[in-house]
């Protein structure tokens, strides 16, 4: 019984450090179930405060739990940047940089003020 404490009161624990970064649960908006690998993957797409996450709970061929995923939901849409008025562009000089080389080259784009 040992076992099954400690890994209800780490299951507790990761629940509490959830909600203080996305809030309290709200819904379950949705849920499916899809094979992957050979297992049995549960996703509920569930609304939190301040997010909306995927929670995935993996299933062994035992039918044990190997898995349980909390990850932000791909399908919501984010709010698209824009620029603040007061930010004048044609002062703006970007420079395109790669850090790293081979495999790991980095791309991206350095702006200055």
């Not at 009161?9 to 203080?20: A, H, S, V, Y």
């Not at 301040?50 to 039918?63: E, H, M, Q």
Request: hydrophobic share 35%.
């Amino acid at each position: 019984m040992q076992i099954c404490k400690k890994h209800f009161n780490k299951l507790g624990e990761t629940w509490g450090q959830l909600k203080e970064q996305v809030g309290k649960y709200q819904a379950e908006l949705s849920c499916k179930q899809e094979v992957t690998d050979g297992y049995d993957v549960i996703i509920a797409t569930t609304q939190f405060e301040k997010a909306t996450l995927n929670i995935r709970v993996v299933f062994n061929s035992d039918k044990r739990i190997s898995g349980l995923f909390f990850q932000p939901d791909e399908s919501v849409s984010t709010v698209k940047y824009e620029v603040p008025a007061y930010v004048d562009m044609g002062r703006v000089i970007e420079e395109e940089i790669v850090i790293g080389e081979g495999d790991w080259a980095l791309p991206g784009t350095l702006a200055f003020p």
